[in-house]
């Protein structure tokens, strides 16, 4: 059993430069999330999922879009990379939302630096 | 913006102490407390959690206790551990029910 896979794990991108963070759960969850992870700063929610074809906007949204077509996939794509948006990205899923949350499953994160 | 303070930012206490971190939340959707613990390049993982029909839950050496008229709850690590040197991390719902909002951190070194 997989859990919550995030690919790549690292990546570099120059100013401007656009890219996705894949995320993945083979755990048929309906709830998905991204949270950004910066030093002093916790984990800050970006979007997410309660279900596919359904997207909201969390705490941190702009610079970032999402979409879920799948109940397995939550990709999060940088439109225009910034170096604000150096920072570690995790994707969490749980298989309650609303009424009643549960235990959030974690991705080992990915590390991103953009220049 | 739901609000979830965390303190201290960082503890250091000698193995075999109590480790005590605080969490402090405005208003929730419902009643739900969790507590992750987050090792060096690894994603956080849930520690233990609180749906408050009680005002405490234990767990081996970890206990968290929940103040509802104060919006208020703790995580308490008895018998610390070296092992037990983590980021923990205190979440509470968000005003809509569909968000988990997370504390700061506390960065926690036991000492041999």
């Known amino acids: 059993n997989a859990g919550v896979t995030q690919t790549p794990k690292f990546q570099v991108l120059k100013t401007g430069q656009s890219m996705t963070l894949q995320c993945a759960q083979d755990?048929?969850?309906?709830?998905m999330s991204w949270y950004r992870q910066d030093p002093g700063m916790g984990l800050r929610l970006i979007h997410y999922?309660?279900?596919?074809?359904?997207?909201d906007q969390g705490e941190v949204p702009n610079g970032y879009n999402v979409s879920r077509s799948t109940t397995e996939d939550f990709p999060l794509r940088l439109l225009s990379a910034a170096p604000s948006q150096t920072s570690v990205y995790f994707c969490?899923?749980?298989?309650?939302?609303?009424?009643?949350?549960?235990?959030?499953?974690f991705g080992e994160g990915s590390r991103l630096t953009v220049l | 913006q739901q609000q979830v303070k965390q303190s201290p930012q960082s503890l250091i206490v000698q193995k075999g102490g109590i480790s005590i971190i605080n969490c402090a939340y405005e208003?929730?959707?419902?009643?739900?407390f969790p507590w992750y613990q987050q090792f060096p390049g690894k994603g956080p993982a849930l520690l233990i959690a609180?749906?408050?029909?009680?005002s405490e839950k234990k767990e081996g050496r970890f206990t968290i206790s929940f103040n509802k008229s104060a919006k208020q709850f703790s995580l308490h690590i008895m018998d610390s551990q070296p092992g037990d040197s983590a980021t923990y991390f205190c979440?509470?719902?968000?005003?809509?029910?569909?968000?988990?909002?997370f504390g700061k951190g506390t960065s926690l070194l036991v000492t041999p």
């Open positions: 969490a899923s749980t298989p309650t939302y609303g009424g009643g949350f549960g235990e959030l499953f």
């Open positions: 755990m048929n969850h309906e709830y």
């Open positions: 999922s309660v279900g596919a074809g359904i997207t």
């Open positions: 208003n929730t959707a419902f009643d739900y």
């Open positions: 609180i749906r408050p029909d009680v």
């Open positions: 979440a509470a719902p968000g005003d809509s029910g569909y968000a988990l909002n």
